[in-house]
């Protein structure tokens, strides 16, 4: 009678997901712990001249400071050049104000409102390429905020040939709020620690839109940003073909800082849900077999399937200590972030806030992207909801609406 009710049919998934769960945040326990400890620099430095790509829209929070951080770099030859689709952009204003205070810096702004695809991020980002110098590219999302010497940690790995993709962890800057502070423990806690596990099960073949650093040939080689110009992960699509042509992804040292403002509810959930269903469409089966990470939901079905039995709680309350002890360690030991003890106690609430997005990411196709609904299809292509702006034929690079800009 209990399986027919379906408390014993439960108990094969429960184990297998608390088993997996305990090894998967030992796996991650041991990675991070390898990759954090201090390394002996011998080799030179390996400093080429960079081109950095900065995608703007409008003023993220602290947006100036931010990218003052990429003037203040110490670094022999760099150039940054940051993109705008509208000249009415309030973001222009923050430019403007960079090249004064920085006039030392080549910092120029393209003002190009062509459209090659629904990513406009894309869009944005070929629009710029266009006016690269250099043969180092790195691109960096808006919200990054990066100590002095991050262009030469960033561009180290690229000393090897064989290195396709330069990327670098990142951590969240809490600007105040509980659905901001949810977002960065999710990325303090979670996105991190997947990132550590993901090292020690498989080759890298992701990138992650915080940092990416790599050579113009090999940008060349897969085609520069157009064949991307339609998909929703445009920082993985970049990694992945890369790694497709025989290239070694590698990880930095280096960790910037995402500085986030997530602000309502609501957007807090959109942006976990582009999350999911960007994962889900990009690696499903990884996707569906991340379940079993999710140390706190097995630990509570645990304990409801078995009547809150002294075994029960016993088994789920040490992995959710195991749970607690990899969020701490890459938290405070590793990333050190500034998150009290108060805060970090919300991590296991938050991780069933995750597996109810983990859940609702089956239930559709759609996302929320900077104020836009996009419909994506199982190969990662989207169909802009809202509004489909006149698409701009990649013949026609020289027409069309540009501004240059340089201090």
């Given at each position: 009678?209990?399986?027919?009710?379906?408390?014993?049919?439960w108990q094969l998934p429960i184990a297998l997901g608390l088993i997996a769960s305990a090894?998967?945040?030992?796996?991650?326990?041991?990675?991070?712990?390898?990759?954090?400890?201090?390394?002996?620099?011998?080799?030179?430095?390996?400093?080429?001249?960079?081109?950095?790509?900065?995608?703007?829209?409008?003023?993220?929070?602290?947006?100036?400071?931010?990218?003052?951080?990429?003037?203040?770099?110490?670094?022999?030859?760099?150039?940054?050049?940051?993109?705008?689709?509208?000249?009415?952009?309030?973001?222009?204003?923050?430019?403007?104000?960079?090249?004064?205070?920085?006039?030392?810096?080549?910092?120029?702004?393209?003002?190009?409102?062509?459209?090659?695809?629904?990513?406009?991020?894309?869009?944005?980002?070929?629009?710029?390429?266009?006016?690269?110098?250099?043969?180092?590219?790195?691109?960096?999302?808006?919200?990054?905020?990066?100590?002095?010497?991050?262009?030469?940690?960033?561009?180290?790995?690229?000393?090897?040939?064989?290195?396709?993709?330069?990327?670098?962890?990142?951590?969240?800057?809490?600007?105040?709020?509980?659905?901001?502070?949810?977002?960065?423990?999710?990325?303090?806690?979670?996105?991190?620690?997947?990132?550590?596990?993901?090292?020690?099960?498989?080759?890298?073949?992701?990138?992650?839109?915080?940092?990416?650093?790599?050579?113009?040939?090999?940008?060349?080689?897969?085609?520069?940003?157009?064949?991307?110009?339609?998909?929703?992960?445009?920082?993985?699509?970049?990694?992945?073909?890369?790694?497709?042509?025989?290239?070694?992804?590698?990880?930095?040292?280096?960790?910037?800082?995402?500085?986030?403002?997530?602000?309502?509810?609501?957007?807090?959930?959109?942006?976990?849900?582009?999350?999911?269903?960007?994962?889900?469409?990009?690696?499903?089966?990884?996707?569906?077999?991340?379940?079993?990470?999710?140390?706190?939901?097995?630990?509570?079905?645990?304990?409801?399937?078995?009547?809150?039995?002294?075994?029960?709680?016993?088994?789920?309350?040490?992995?959710?200590?195991?749970?607690?002890?990899?969020?701490?360690?890459?938290?405070?030991?590793?990333?050190?972030?500034?998150?009290?003890?108060?805060?970090?106690?919300?991590?296991?609430?938050?991780?069933?806030?995750?597996?109810?997005?983990?859940?609702?990411?089956?239930?559709?196709?759609?996302?929320?992207?900077?104020?836009?609904?996009?419909?994506?299809?199982?190969?990662?292509?989207?169909?802009?909801?809202?509004?489909?702006?006149?698409?701009?034929?990649?013949?026609?690079?020289?027409?069309?609406?540009?501004?240059?800009?340089?201090?």
């Amino acid at each position: 009678m209990e399986s027919l009710l379906g408390v014993g049919v439960w108990q094969l998934p429960i184990a297998l997901g608390l088993i997996a769960s305990a090894i998967f945040y030992v796996i991650e326990i041991w990675s991070a712990y390898q990759f954090f400890r201090p390394r002996s620099a011998l080799l030179p430095p390996f400093q080429p001249p960079v081109t950095v790509l900065k995608p703007l829209k409008a003023v993220d929070v602290e947006l100036y400071e931010n990218l003052a951080t990429f003037c203040r770099q110490i670094y022999p030859s760099f150039e940054i050049i940051c993109g705008v689709a509208d000249a009415a952009d309030p973001a222009i204003e923050v430019v403007r104000q960079l090249q004064h205070d920085f006039p030392h810096v080549a910092l120029s702004l393209v003002v190009d409102s062509r459209v090659y695809g629904t990513n406009y991020k894309v869009s944005n980002l070929h629009n710029m390429y266009r006016h690269a110098k250099h043969d180092v590219i790195v691109l960096a999302d808006s919200d990054i905020r990066v100590g002095p010497e991050y262009l030469a940690h960033v561009v180290e790995p690229l000393r090897n040939r064989q290195v396709g993709v330069s990327t670098c962890l990142y951590r969240a800057v809490n600007t105040g709020g509980l659905p901001t502070l949810i977002e960065s423990l999710f990325i303090n806690t979670d996105f991190a620690n997947l990132v550590m596990l993901a090292r020690k099960v498989e080759k890298a073949s992701y990138a992650f839109g915080a940092t990416i650093a790599m050579r113009r040939e090999v940008l060349e080689e897969i085609g520069g940003f157009l064949p991307i110009a339609n998909l929703l992960a445009d920082d993985y699509e970049i990694g992945y073909r890369a790694f497709q042509r025989g290239y070694v992804n590698e990880l930095s040292t280096e960790v910037v800082d995402t500085v986030l403002s997530v602000g309502t509810w609501r957007r807090l959930y959109d942006h976990q849900l582009r999350w999911a269903r960007t994962y889900r469409v990009n690696r499903p089966g990884g996707y569906f077999g991340s379940i079993l990470t999710h140390g706190t939901f097995w630990a509570l079905l645990n304990v409801v399937v078995n009547g809150f039995s002294p075994l029960s709680c016993v088994v789920s309350g040490a992995l959710l200590a195991l749970r607690y002890v990899a969020a701490a360690r890459m938290a405070w030991t590793h990333l050190k972030t500034d998150h009290s003890v108060g805060a970090l106690a919300l991590v296991a609430p938050k991780d069933l806030f995750v597996t109810a997005v983990w859940f609702a990411a089956f239930a559709g196709n759609t996302v929320v992207w900077s104020g836009h609904r996009f419909e994506v299809n199982r190969g990662g292509e989207m169909l802009d909801l809202t509004a489909t702006p006149t698409m701009a034929m990649p013949e026609a690079a020289d027409a069309g609406s540009e501004t240059r800009q340089r201090a």
